[in-house]
């Protein structure tokens, strides 16, 4: 009964215009979805607040194991301590993640490719958002 959220962010332009999306899953069905418009960033900077969205929503749903998914290997290698974490900006975003995450028993994070559905789904929603802003 674990908890599996998918999030993914997006920029046009890098800098530029920005969202991300969060889908919330439990067994394979949606329980909520989020979108925020950021303004003006980076992809990487979009990619890590939709992560720390999802783990906030892991929080407020008290769920002991969740497993967070993203189309951003550098993301998730950064989580996973692979990767360093160079940019200044980056290594907050990155530090806070972090320590939202240790709040939770159990987490793992996972790369899949772009063409996951609820990925897809998220980055439907993300879009969505930008183009109404």
Same mark, same amino acid.
């Given at each position: 009964?674990? +908890?599996?959220?998918?999030? /993914?962010?997006? !920029? ?27 303004? @003006? ?9 939709? +992560? %720390?969205?999802? %783990?906030?929503?892991?929080?407020? +749903?008290?769920?002991? /194991?969740? *497993?967070?998914?993203?189309? !951003?290997? +550098?993301? %998730? ?7 360093? @974490?160079? !940019?200044?900006?980056?290594?907050? #975003?990155? /530090? ?10 159990? @987490? ?6 772009? *063409? ?8 439907? #929603? ?8």
């Amino acid at each position: 009964m674990s +908890l599996k959220i998918y999030s /993914d962010g997006g !920029s046009r332009g890098n800098p530029g215009k920005s969202a991300f999306a969060v889908v919330v899953t439990r067994n394979g069905e949606i329980l909520e979805e989020y979108t925020e418009f950021l303004g @003006v960033h980076t992809n990487n900077y979009a990619e890590y607040r939709g +992560l %720390i969205c999802a %783990i906030t929503k892991a929080l407020a +749903l008290k769920d002991d /194991d969740v *497993e967070f998914v993203m189309d !951003s290997e +550098l993301v %998730i290698k950064q989580m996973r301590g692979e990767y360093k @974490v160079k !940019s200044p900006d980056m290594k907050e #975003l990155n /530090d806070d993640a972090k320590a939202l995450s240790s709040l939770i028993p159990n @987490v793992r994070f996972t790369h899949v490719r772009r *063409e996951n559905p609820m990925i897809s789904r998220a980055d439907f #929603l993300l879009n969505q958002t930008m183009d109404r802003n």
